[in-house]
């Protein structure tokens, strides 16, 4: 791959994923690497993109917003890029600056940031700096996808130490990119270089990473995000865009693969975590869909997420006929919840597997430049690409916005909602009802949303509202019929029945058998 080729790359891999529909129709949205040679120079970060796309990567806004459940941070410095982030055992949040090549501290007590120079950073260059990881000794450990590098930075002494990151054989480039602990080892995907890495934190000496390589299964184009199980087991997802791909175990005991084929329409799987009762949940940024794997039945289950809030599409040239949510990674807390980042619905989703349940809290801030808003300024994505829980909160951050922002998830919902039946068995050709129940949870100054997203295909099962909106005043009832097709094919499909209130989605799922 070539140099520059590479750099775009670096950049903009997640620009990929940002317009559906839309992609065909308007042009690709990508950084320019060059350094502002228009006007005069700032001294700032912004310097390192032209002004006319100071809007699109730096910020559209000068303040930040906030909502019941999320508050944003504005971060001093302009044009940073915030990505990665992690937390310490104290509470401090820290961060990558992809536009600085700086590792950030910000404390929720005094709501101050603190940036720390990084002397090894050329002037001028940026990198996607997707991996993080916080040591109990105190060094974070962070990836650079454009230098090829893993970095180390010392919290005590605030020094920087780079190690280059080993190319595979026979592949002229690498991507490190995440990082996810392995007892005292680390395990780094290395996205196009076709291969997982395992090394030690504590044994690395000299200018080169020292690393244990796995080579990935297949001739699939990415390696992506990377779990390790209770019994050491690593899992992984191997896939070319597109057109599907494989989630992989790995036995580091045996040298032993075993390889499961992804369910049919999961084309893009990045995030991968690994439930305490051993399920692997797969986030598909290639469309609504997160599906988990059971490896004792070894079997995939298919879910859905509510479709996106029409303000962060627009839809201004009327050409985006469905529009998809995307979600991107996801990770686990405390109480046994699935946790992912909507990257185009700008949105943080948490699903609860015990009870089948989601929510989806919008957020704030949005950019335009990223989405087909034409003049709507109310529009578009912060490009939430990453985020870290800690207790009931949960901190992301911005990309194209310069913020940082916190998800309080024990802030109360403003309505409940049940279901009449969690299971529906239907045989072909019959119909059948259901109802839901949504209750307030105090005084609601606007209509409540009914949606509903299913992933059985529409020919296959059709499924109506009594009502696509409600004033809810009060309790209230409603209908659904679940008609199956005379010729529907048989299988077991999810069922996403969501009410929708200003910043806040709260669904539940039903589980449809057709016979």
């Not at 002037?123 to 060094?139: A, F, R, T």
């Not at 970095?151 to 991507?175: D, I, L, R």
């Not at 049940?418 to 259901?434: F, K, P």
Request: charged fraction near 15%; proline fraction near 6%; include cysteine.
């Amino acid at each position: 791959m070539k140099k520059n080729v590479k750099k775009l790359l670096a950049i903009a891999f997640m620009a990929v994923f940002v317009l559906s529909s839309l992609a065909v129709a308007l042009p690709y949205l990508r950084p320019n690497t060059q350094a502002n040679t228009e006007g005069t120079p700032t001294g700032t970060p912004e310097d390192n993109y032209s002004p006319d796309k100071w809007t699109t990567f730096c910020q559209s806004e000068n303040g930040t917003k906030s909502s019941k459940y999320i508050t944003e941070y504005k971060i001093p410095t302009l044009c940073t890029q915030p990505l990665s982030m992690t937390t310490d055992p104290s509470g401090n949040i820290w961060f990558t600056e992809t536009n600085t090549g700086k590792m950030a501290e910000f404390n929720p007590t005094t709501y101050s940031f603190q940036e720390f120079d990084n002397p090894l950073w050329q002037k001028g260059e940026k990198s996607m700096m997707w991996g993080i990881y916080y040591e109990p000794d105190g060094n974070i450990w962070f990836s650079d996808s454009q230098h090829n590098l893993i970095w180390k930075f010392n919290t005590q002494s605030k020094n920087y130490t780079s190690f280059v990151f080993p190319k595979t054989f026979g592949q002229s480039e690498a991507f490190p990119q995440m990082l996810r602990p392995d007892g005292s080892n680390l395990v780094v995907n290395d996205f196009d270089g076709r291969k997982i890495s395992i090394f030690s934190t504590s044994d690395q000496s000299g200018t080169s990473l020292k690393t244990t390589d796995i080579n990935s299964p297949g001739n699939y184009n990415f390696t992506s995000d990377v779990a390790v199980d209770s019994t050491g087991k690593i899992w992984y997802t191997v896939w070319t865009y597109q057109l599907g791909g494989e989630l992989v175990k790995y036995d580091p005991q045996t040298s032993k693969f075993s390889n499961y084929t992804l369910p049919s329409g999961i084309l893009a799987p990045n995030g991968i975590s690994i439930e305490p009762n051993g399920k692997v949940w797969i986030t598909d940024t290639a469309s609504s869909m997160f599906i988990n794997f059971d490896p004792q039945s070894q079997k995939f289950t298919k879910y859905i997420t509510s479709v996106p809030q029409v303000s962060t599409y627009g839809n201004a040239s009327g050409l985006i006929k469905t529009p998809i949510t995307r979600p991107y990674w996801n990770q686990f807390d405390n109480q046994g919840r699935l946790w992912f980042n909507e990257q185009v619905a700008n949105t943080l989703a948490v699903f609860d597997p015990a009870k089948e349940t989601l929510v989806e809290y919008l957020v704030p801030s949005k950019n335009p430049n990223w989405s087909d808003c034409g003049i709507e300024t109310d529009c578009g994505v912060a490009q939430v690409l990453a985020f870290t829980i800690s207790n009931n909160k949960v901190w992301f951050p911005e990309w194209v916005e310069n913020n940082i922002g916190v998800l309080d998830s024990s802030v109360p919902l403003p309505l409940s909602e049940s279901v009449s039946s969690t299971d529906i068995t239907l045989h072909r050709g019959q119909n059948q009802t259901a109802s839901v129940t949504l209750s307030p949870n105090g005084q609601l100054s606007g209509p409540v949303d009914i949606l509903l997203q299913q992933t059985a295909s529409s020919q296959d099962l059709k499924v109506t509202s009594s009502d696509k909106s409600v004033v809810l005043d009060k309790q209230k009832t409603i209908t659904l019929n679940l008609s199956a097709d005379d010729f529907a094919l048989s299988g077991t499909y999810k069922l996403l029945i969501s009410a929708r209130y200003q910043d806040a989605t709260i669904s539940q799922f039903v589980t449809v058998t057709i016979q």
